[in-house]
């Protein structure tokens, strides 16, 4: 009985998170102003498709992501060649986490979002931590975007 309790418990908690997980990619495609995406492998392909969905409708859309991933695979090529109003920012070093920022509103956070199979995704709109991750940002994007010539050549290495 206790297996079945715990069995039942799980599927529910994975059932709630996979529900959490296709909301915050509803709400990331549905952006109005502005998503900056943080992640450090671009490696979900919804979410890759949510944030391109975003840029066609004409929303700013500024992905950063670890300059190693441009040879990890994953969507980074994906997602690059996408609408212009779609930026990417090599970082060059490690990212901690992945997180997107919507509308200057609210955070999503967590392996979650850039990881196929992960559950972990919060949602949070505290206004400290939305001001501190949009204040990393803007420092980050400071140096301006990489052209999509620019990240093919650095992938195909020529």
């Not at 502005?34 to 450090?40: D, G, H, K, T």
């Not at 700013?60 to 980074?76: D, N, P, Q």
């Not at 999503?108 to 204040?135: F, I």
């Amino acid at each position: 009985m206790k297996r079945l309790m715990l069995l039942t418990t799980l599927l529910c908690s994975s059932f709630a998170n996979a529900q959490r997980a296709a909301s915050v990619l509803q709400s990331i495609a549905g952006a109005r102003t502005e998503l900056i995406a943080v992640l450090p492998t671009v490696g979900r392909q919804d979410l890759a498709v949510a944030l391109k969905a975003a840029a066609a409708r004409g929303t700013k859309v500024f992905l950063i992501t670890e300059a190693a991933s441009v040879h990890r695979g994953g969507y980074l090529l994906n997602v690059s060649h996408g609408p212009d109003s779609l930026r990417t920012y090599l970082y060059r070093g490690t990212l901690p986490e992945a997180w997107v920022l919507v509308d200057n509103a609210w955070v999503a956070t967590g392996a979650g979002l850039d990881q196929e199979g992960a559950s972990v995704l919060e949602v949070s709109q505290d206004a400290a931590v939305v001001q501190r991750l949009n204040a990393w940002a803007r420092q980050v994007t400071q140096a301006g975007p990489i052209s999509r010539p620019d990240l093919l050549k650095l992938h195909f290495g020529k």
